[in-house]
């Protein structure tokens, strides 16, 4: 009897249970996003201190500081090209504290136990920073068509260096060698900063590198750009050619760089955290630091973003295919 009159009690409150849930949840986060932030925001770059995206990484979580009135700091979780840092920030949760700088690739290996499309909330487009082959002084190959004669001559050794798969960098070294013919060898480093000291020491001749963490050796002449994978010049390097006007149309290498929390963070602090960011990217002082650093600055939508990821790599991922390589 008792049993039975606690199931009847149980069925009478069971919508009214589920009810609460469903409007809990959205309130709950709407609650979040009226106090939001009001600790610490965790600033994820999936590469090493340093490099290309932790050099504009603390330029935004500085600028996002002023803004929102609130610590943002930048966090290197670097490991697996950018899968550790992403898959992090995928499992993270969704509450605004916790974003990632996503770079062009992070959908590109096999496995990477996260889902681009479905386990993130694309804020938006931060830059674009084009990848450019640059050598050390000593080669002496000064233009493209002189690196690709060398590639031809010295084969396996003339080494390059790159980041590892899944960069962008990596799989331009690779249709590089599959555009011209060539058998150089690539040798992959954790980061862009690593690369970049091995390649002014000369322990590496070649490099498809990005521009901040190697402008300042370019201008120095401690190292020397050969041409950039933009399809216009570079505002930081006008002298430089791309790579198409070098002769190698089909190599196109830009890195897109945008600012993504985790999926079903609620929508208000996606709009803040956007509006902010748009702010900040169309400010003369960001844009010249960016500009300088070899990048342009891109404010964007998060729809807008959002569509960019899937273009690049969609992109991507049929030059893998077309070149057969395996993406761990």
């Given at each position: 009897?008792?049993?039975?009159?606690?199931?009847?009690?149980?069925?009478?409150?069971?919508?009214?249970?589920?009810?609460?849930?469903?409007?809990?949840?959205?309130?709950?986060?709407d609650?979040?996003a009226?106090?939001?932030?009001?600790?610490?925001?965790?600033?994820?770059?999936?590469?090493?201190?340093g490099?290309g995206?932790?050099?504009?990484?603390?330029?935004?979580?500085?600028?996002l500081?002023?803004?929102?009135?609130?610590?943002?700091?930048v966090?290197?979780?670097?490991?697996?090209?950018?899968?550790?840092?992403?898959?992090?920030?995928?499992?993270?949760?969704?509450?605004?504290y916790?974003?990632?700088?996503?770079?062009?690739g992070?959908?590109?290996?096999?496995?990477?136990?996260?889902?681009?499309?479905?386990?993130?909330?694309?804020?938006g487009?931060?830059?674009?920073?084009?990848?450019?082959?640059?050598?050390?002084?000593?080669?002496?190959?000064?233009?493209?068509a002189?690196?690709?004669?060398?590639?031809?001559?010295?084969?396996?050794?003339?080494?390059?260096?790159?980041?590892?798969?899944p960069?962008?960098?990596?799989?331009?070294?690779?249709q590089?060698?599959?555009?011209?013919?060539?058998?150089?060898?690539?040798?992959?480093?954790?980061?862009?900063?690593?690369?970049?000291?091995?390649?002014?020491?000369?322990?590496?001749?070649?490099?498809?590198?990005?521009l901040?963490?190697?402008i300042?050796?370019?201008?120095?002449?401690?190292?020397?750009?050969?041409?950039?994978?933009?399809?216009?010049?570079?505002?930081?390097?006008?002298?430089?050619?791309?790579?198409a006007?070098?002769?190698?149309?089909?190599?196109?290498?830009?890195?897109?760089?945008?600012?993504?929390?985790?999926a079903?963070?609620?929508?208000p602090i996606?709009?803040?955290?956007?509006?902010?960011?748009?702010?900040?990217?169309?400010?003369?002082?960001?844009?010249?630091?960016?500009?300088?650093?070899?990048?342009?600055?891109?404010?964007?939508?998060p729809?807008?973003?959002?569509?960019?990821?899937?273009?690049?790599?969609?992109?991507?991922?049929a030059?893998?295919?077309?070149?057969?390589?395996?993406?761990?």
């Amino acid at each position: 009897m008792i049993e039975t009159l606690l199931a009847a009690r149980l069925r009478r409150a069971a919508p009214i249970i589920i009810l609460s849930v469903l409007l809990s949840a959205p309130a709950w986060r709407d609650a979040i996003a009226e106090e939001y932030p009001s600790r610490t925001v965790s600033l994820v770059v999936a590469y090493p201190a340093g490099g290309g995206v932790d050099t504009v990484g603390r330029v935004i979580a500085q600028k996002l500081t002023d803004a929102l009135g609130q610590q943002v700091v930048v966090v290197n979780r670097p490991g697996g090209g950018s899968v550790i840092g992403t898959r992090d920030v995928a499992r993270s949760r969704p509450d605004g504290y916790t974003l990632l700088l996503m770079v062009t690739g992070a959908a590109l290996p096999a496995n990477p136990g996260y889902d681009i499309d479905k386990d993130f909330s694309a804020i938006g487009l931060v830059a674009s920073v084009p990848v450019v082959i640059m050598s050390n002084p000593s080669v002496p190959a000064k233009s493209l068509a002189e690196v690709i004669a060398l590639a031809k001559q010295e084969g396996a050794r003339l080494t390059v260096g790159t980041p590892p798969s899944p960069t962008l960098n990596y799989f331009a070294a690779e249709q590089f060698k599959a555009i011209t013919g060539t058998n150089i060898t690539i040798v992959t480093y954790k980061g862009t900063g690593p690369l970049t000291n091995d390649l002014v020491g000369g322990h590496v001749m070649l490099a498809f590198n990005t521009l901040p963490p190697a402008i300042g050796n370019i201008r120095s002449g401690a190292l020397r750009a050969i041409a950039v994978g933009s399809p216009s010049r570079v505002a930081a390097l006008p002298d430089v050619p791309t790579i198409a006007e070098s002769g190698l149309p089909d190599l196109e290498i830009v890195q897109y760089y945008g600012l993504v929390a985790p999926a079903a963070t609620p929508q208000p602090i996606v709009e803040r955290l956007n509006a902010e960011l748009r702010k900040i990217l169309t400010s003369e002082d960001v844009k010249k630091r960016l500009m300088d650093a070899g990048g342009d600055a891109m404010p964007s939508t998060p729809a807008e973003y959002a569509r960019n990821i899937q273009h690049e790599e969609g992109k991507w991922h049929a030059v893998i295919k077309k070149l057969g390589l395996v993406v761990n």
